[in-house]
């Protein structure tokens, strides 16, 4: 695959990877689509038409029509998430995680409101995919789900045998509210929201929406005093069960898919998580140093638009790998140095491996693929300069390739994993060395990473120069806050 576009010009190149990607998820997904329009048109079928007549050779055209009519929403569906971001190296996931949040979603909007149950057309519980895609992925793909959901529901309604049966005008009036409802809650939402809030704003947004179900009642009906109640009530009841059903759905799907929504990073950032744990008891160093990088990275990713709780989550976690030999590390030792009876080569293989280790131990721990991405990138390429000058000392010529002591990479490739890298070694050389005045601290962090981007740690992530400065003084500050002197009140009482 390499040797085929090597010898074309990036523009050409970027053209011809994106054609692949789109290629490889087209494959992946199709499936899913046919599996889904399947399942949604017998289900359909099954519940809100007669099932043996629609197999009728008469009924044959309106079957196979709507059965089309759906494939192709389905596949608007398909193509809208991917072109949402086409470099969301998680597409293939999250469409198979919408598509079967999708199809449940709809198998219980169908069942809820068909005859059997409610026989109330606004007993539509279509927020469950709204809210738990607005959770789980985002407020775009939230909202396109919830239209091509709400239309195939009108479709199925529509292309019954047994449509007359129905009051249409009622169905689509219906299907409006109920997912002009969640998609309210889509603008309401901010990330990091609790799950006490966030089930709090979906109880309360059908409550507000309430007026516009009557409003539809008034338009779509002519025996107001036999429905407007059945209709507010049912309205309200069905998006009170998708709130509870959407509390069931993240839980299972974010670790079913293994997505960091803010939910699972609150809990991964949990201090008695068994990982934490033995990293605070086995490593208390590594353990120490970690929790003020997560301060710091937090501050830093607020401060240039990115996710606060995966940076502070991911800080915790980055140095996982040194619980393979804790004692290797400077921060774990106290009188013994492991490193002073071995030679400089050992010593850096003992160090660079924590990344590889940190990454097989996050993988293990089932952490969000974000984390695991960072414990591997967080040093980048970057040599380990203490040994690569202690074995330098030991060569008799004074030439050394730096090659043998540097982390095996790969760069950052996020700009999460750039922050991390920034946070960690300005935390790091700070410990060791504490700068006295504002002006020391500022010329120590800017020469720090100033390093970092002479060994070109960043060149393979979207950070900019524009971010890096904004970096550079959220650590400066976050860092002099944590590391202030404290005030020496004896001193203060003897004075
Ligand atoms: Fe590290
Ligand atoms: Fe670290």
Known sequence: MI????????????????????????????????????????????????????????RATATSGRTVTTFLFMLLLMLGLYGFDTKNRHAVRDFWLTLIVFVLTFFIVITLSSEKITNNRYAMP??????VVLQLLDVKSSVLSTAVLGIIVVISFHFSNRAAD???????????????????ICFFY????????????????????????????????????ANLLNNVLWFYGGNAIASLIFMAFVAIFEGIFNIADDFRLSELCNLS?????????????????SLVVGTVAEACA?????????????AYYHDIGKLKAPLYFSENQSNYNPHDELIPEVSVSMITSHTLFGEILAKQSRLPSEIVDICRQHHGTAPVGYFYRKALTLKEDGDLAVDKYTYAGPKPQSKLAAIIMIADTVEAAIRSYMPDTREEYENRINMLVDEKIKLKQFDECPITLGDIAIIKKTVMESLASINHSRIDYDKKRRA
């Open 3 to 58: 040797d085929d576009i090597k010898d074309l010009s990036t523009i050409e190149k970027e053209k011809l990877l994106a054609r692949r990607r789109f290629g490889a998820y087209f494959v992946k997904c199709i499936g899913g689509v046919l599996i889904a329009t399947a399942a949604i048109t017998l289900f359909a079928i099954f519940m809100i038409s007669d099932f043996n007549g629609a197999f009728t050779p008469a």
């Open 273 to 289: 998580n068994p990982l934490l744990k033995r990293l605070a008891s086995e490593a208390p160093g590594t353990f120490n140093h």
């Open 190 to 225: 901010k990330k990091h929201f609790t799950r006490l809030k966030f089930l709090l704003l979906s109880l309360l947004v059908p409550l507000l929406a309430e007026p516009l179900v009557i409003m539809m009642t008034l338009a779509s009906t002519t025996s107001i005093a």
């Open 302 to 314: 607020s401060a240039i638009g990115e996710n606060p709780n995966m940076a502070r989550c991911a």
């Open 166 to 184: 129905y009051n249409m005008a009622r169905v689509i009036s219906a299907v409006i509210c109920n997912s002009v409802s969640p998609i309210i």
């Open 126 to 131: 279509i927020a469950i995919l709204s809210l």
